[in-house]
């Protein structure tokens, strides 16, 4: 073969390979990219960009249907909106249900009216929003989720808990840190260890590192937990009776990878 048509032949071969991008939504990559402080090398952006153009298409596509009363939830482009659904799934999705042994279960009150609707917020129950970053560490902010409620309601002080010390230091319980883990493991951990210390004492890192425990930092302990059944009616009188609930939901599926406002169905466990 030419030399010369060979590098011809290379140099097309590169070019169809290079992602097409679509130019009129170049202001909102680069309004996307500022908002979530995106900074990629220069082999990587191209491919950035087609995944988030990819995400923004089906984000619309689905608006438009759900518009036509042909879907029953919106979505919304956030900071996920550069990563395919499975690099979605194994950064984000770390409950390892299979973990799971057979625990006491919730026996529901009878009690003859339970309210509609029930927020806990509004108590003063829930501490500000967290964000496990790039760590499969979802159990553990919703083991702390349902022990900072519990511990409110109890002492009348709500105190932010460390999830960086479940990641750390519950991997005797079956957890695995930021590869996956499970409410009840991280409850079990609290009740063996006689306590866990506070966001302030034991930042969150977004990351696996030695256990770094101190008694004398302890703001919560754990007495006993029990999981609720499967069924919603199971989990309304939970939250009514008890409280903060800890709960599981799949997230796996694309579109909620971009949820933004509907009901969903969850698993529950209750820390007391």
Not at 132 to 145: I, K, P, R
Not at 183 to 189: I, L, R, V
Not at 233 to 249: D, E, F, Q, R, Y
């Amino acid at each position: 073969m030419n030399p010369s048509f060979f590098l011809i032949a290379l140099y097309l071969g590169v070019a169809s390979a290079a992602p097409k991008l679509d130019g009129s939504l170049e202001a909102q990559w680069h309004r996307w990219k500022a908002t979530h402080r995106k900074l990629y090398g220069s082999n990587e952006e191209g491919w950035r960009r087609t995944v988030w153009e990819k995400n923004m298409k089906m984000i619309d596509l689905h608006n438009q249907e759900y518009n036509l009363g042909r879907q029953s939830f919106t979505l919304a482009m956030n900071a996920f909106g550069d990563m395919t659904n499975e690099e979605f799934t194994q950064v984000m999705n770390g409950h390892q249900n299979q973990m799971c042994k057979k625990r006491r279960v919730f026996r529901e009150p009878y009690i003859a009216e339970i309210p509609q609707m029930v927020d806990w917020r509004k108590e003063g129950c829930g501490t500000p929003v967290k964000n496990q970053g790039h760590c499969g560490s979802c159990w553990a902010f919703s083991a702390t989720g349902a022990l900072e409620g519990q511990m409110f309601r109890k002492t009348g002080r709500l105190i932010s808990l460390s999830e960086q010390n479940l990641v750390d230091c519950s991997q005797a319980q079956g957890n695995k840190g930021c590869n996956g883990g499970l409410m009840d493991n991280a409850f079990q951990y609290v009740k063996s260890n006689g306590g866990l210390d506070s966001e302030q004492s034991y930042p969150y890192q977004a990351k696996v590192g030695p256990c770094r425990y101190r008694p004398e930092d302890s703001v919560a302990n754990d007495t006993g937990f029990v999981d609720v059944p499967g069924q919603e009616s199971a989990l309304m009188k939970a939250v009514a009776t008890v409280g903060p609930i800890s709960v599981a939901i799949d997230a796996s599926h694309l579109s909620f990878q971009f949820y933004e406002d509907a009901g969903v169905k969850v698993g529950a466990r209750m820390a007391t």
